[in-house]
């Protein structure tokens, strides 16, 4: 898997999913954001990493007994040892929190090995204890039961789906308060440098608007005043 | 759009949607409850206002290009700079949130302008944002990719269906905690004055079963004692 | 209806609604978490009581005029009224949320009479109001219509199905932060031990991961380090 | 059961379905036809009885092993075994066609009894082989899986929901092509004639209407030409 | 409304809708296809003409009685009067199949009047009468259930959705026996004469993979000998 | 991939799929139903065969344009070309019918190669093509628009989940008239056995029903006398 760049990193936590859904959608990708999950801890902060993935599928009843765990090689235990520092872990669990795709333990297992975070179309048992880790963590909803009754692990860092959006090993991942959203590995330099502007120039926006100014030639900025403005703006604050 | 009267606006402010329901299912009307949103910002209070509306059709992609907010009239600019001060913007976003009815900068635009609130039957994206503001505001969940992915604004102040609800310009929208009703405008008044009456005796009825009294005379009150205590209360009260 | 052992109560309150679905799945019991409900107040503490149940079919609007609850035997007001002190009150709503299964007042009466709790797999009106009082609730989302709307109380305490789970009236009934699971009466006592046990289990491993431990050979427990160095944590604990 | 009149009988099964549910909107009961049910053999006619019903819940797994059936008193049998000839076995699957709710020998035995059809609003296994008999059966869809695989027989002939709408025993149930409604006991005589009145002016208009006549003024029948038009249409049908 | 060129109206009678989504596909417009629809009378033939469209909202019960229709200007009916000849009828019910959009007698008299076709995102009552009409008709179920109940007809002729896709009035609206796509008017004729050199491909890919020939090289056609096997089966076939 | 006993093909082809349900059943597997698929061609008989098996993922759009079949190495062409004869080719389309899993094309390819049928949880553009091929097919509802608007062809013959059924490859895979279920291939021989034998007991109760014998002691056989029945009843039909 491809490092990502430190600066393409800061830059990512710096900006919002809903900005870099903006810059997706300029270079015609609209489905990068990951539908119907949130993070259980938003104070944990922003979440940034290459991606690296677990795929579900359903369990059938006679190759899924609790006793599946004893194997040192069951995929999602491996997985969670094998994810890289700074990674995410993005799991597939076919959109179905009925049954848990993961639990506190290894949820504190990724925290403790570096992992820059976690995310799941389905459910986390355990939530309140993974809500009080320092790892940022998405979820739909709780799930207490055993991913036995209804997921199988079986592929570990294969392209998924998650929440109706591609992963390809090595995505940007990026979750904010609001989601996550996907960004492909070749366009995450570019990505994140736009957004970088785009969110100096939203800044600049809210306080006009805060200040009582239409947002009719302000936001886009059709008007030159409005150009004006900004470019005054970013130079006083060093921006 | 006929004014809202102030003395009901301060009535509808100081009762729950819960007991407007009631007040409306008395009247034959069962469905005037936006089903599936809730407010970003409880704190933000109460929110009671007429309903202005905005609709969205599914977005083309060759007629929603990022360019589109370049037009001074794109009816989603349009509408927020000309919803009246006082009135509550409602959007009709065919229950869709996989991308934004608004964001931040439109509903802080709305705040300074002085409407009552925002309700969209989809979602916001920067939702951390609205949260903050002093503007109630409901949607269904977070949405942040920008609406050109799903939705496209096409007209302003026509009746809309906003979560299974009939939305007609002119309706009072009011929000609590729990969500949103619709009052018919020709409603409005008899049904505030209506919901002041019941929120007190419920007030009543809630003081007593905390004491220990049986619900069964209470709630409602078949028993002539409930009718004296309650009287005495209200007396005591001035309510 | 057959007396919870109060031994058995404090081991189901000492554990979680995960583990418990564990020990339930170890039986070949899948499908005992209440789908989809999750608590108006998580600081009202776990939920642990007898299942009292109350059936709702569809509102036919003949039947379900606002006049009905002067009936004093109405099944709602008297379920409310009969449930015992200790058990918890379930509710099947057949999922829908589109109206009220209660509100504030009943189930302050319901907390008042000593009740451990209630579910809904439909939800409350009044959540607000309910998330501040001292006992457990559990519903899908806020649902201020009166239930008159959509759903007509018809039996008392008879098995029912809530949130895709089979409840018998004196079934054992948990909840958390997480959410409700329902454990058949005969399994109570037996499932409420060994939970205990998997609770010690878990917290020593917690621990361990915190410490930096890899999970293999840790959990499960197949290295005899691990239940050499878990002995020696429950001797320390006295657990 | 009160028995239906045979000229009740008679009447509806020589009106539609949709000419019904309009002779209950007027009543002012809207939700009285079962949503998402489809008639598995057109072929078999109209189908009119009283209702008797079946209740499902939720299947446990130890409660529901295959050896369940050698229980003559199991309530699906025995409900099959009770039902009326004329009446309609009316199940509540709680809208799940993921299991059978019945299959081709026991609605075959129905259909021996002389029962009138049955409704689920889940699945029937054998759907092929049941599309051949002479006995009219809506479901949603095929359900090959037994029934002990997600649902538990419970109650006989206690009010319940299908497809919405709640059905009490005794109710008219009346089914053609296009699905069931079901029309409350007290209100079938003049439902049913009303609806037959109904259904002779939208014969009448259904054959102007194909001549080419415009519906204004027709449909309905605000125009005077239109019913003395009617009128002579009748006399010349002796209709 | 710009009349549809013959020989375009033609073009497009004689491809499929799947192939017609193809074009629309390589020129960016990925959704053009009404979800979810389906024709109740497949032998009716293909559907081809320019949209005229009807919205509805939800009903309020207070708008909606059974005496709205004696009013000749009510939405539902003056649209059917006034759609073109040759257009289709295109209704955006809110994906709500629960009311009826229209009946056998309406669709009657669009199809006496010359329309085109009619499709809705709901759902037809009389859908027998309605699959025995010589007009090709599209809806997700039968809907007995007059639209009173669930649906106010509201705007004609305005921009709508129909199943989740956006339908201009004049856009070309295409159905066969899969379903109904939406062409946008001014790239109707393009679309259409590309359409009729795709199906020709098609045809002769048919009948090669019948023959036993493999798709690899051939679909597409990647090889030059498919190619000329192409050409020499068009001079053949004079297609 | 074993080949398949030809015995237990013969048995397999002569049982239905609701009896296999309940023979799996039986051993513990509630879930072997590939839940909400159909036919297209119902005469096309019964279908057995090994899974052979297709993973999609949501496609990306800037992966997916309409020159990725110019590769001959592209999976779902791939896929199609090395589908075994006699095995079924089964899709995972992630439950999601809004763009087509294969076409009549790529279905006819796989009839004339031998293959068994074809299966998918989404949907088939020229469905009304592929219901006149020889070769069974299964999948939710007709979808015309190509893959590449919602799919990207991914993996070949991994295990995969398909309407919620784990299906791994040569697993046996049989459908009827119903839909399909999934046979772990270990279990094959042993359930097409008990099946034959399950559908001749069936076929001898079926008979005795119409002749207008009571379920009771018969379905299941409970009584001495129906096994001495059904002793004769195998004798005279040598079965």
Known sequence: MP????STRDQLKAVSVATLTTCLFKRGLRNQF???????NPAAGPMVGEAF????????????????FQDRSHPQRKAVEECPPGAVFVVDSRKDPR???????LVSRLMVRGCAGIVTDGGFRDAPEIARLAIPAYHNRPAPPT?????QALDINVPIGCGDVAVFPGDM??????????????LAAAVAAEAVEMTAFEDFVAEEVLKGRSILGLYP???????????RWRKERGR
Chains 1, 2, 3, 4, 5, 6 share one sequence.
């Open 3 to 6: 490092q990502l760049d430190p």
């Open 34 to 40: 990951i539908q119907d999950v949130h993070p259980l």
């Open 53 to 68: 993935t677990l795929r579900y599928i359903p369990a059938r009843e006679d190759l899924n007994p609790i006793t599946v």
């Open 99 to 105: 049954a848990a795709s993961a639990g506190a333990i």
């Open 147 to 151: 991913n036995l009754t209804r997921h």
């Open 173 to 186: 991942v990026v979750g904010d308060a609001e989601g996550v959203v996907v960004v492909p590995a070749h």
């Open 221 to 231: 900025a059709t008007e030159d005043r409005t150009r004006t403005d900004f470019a």
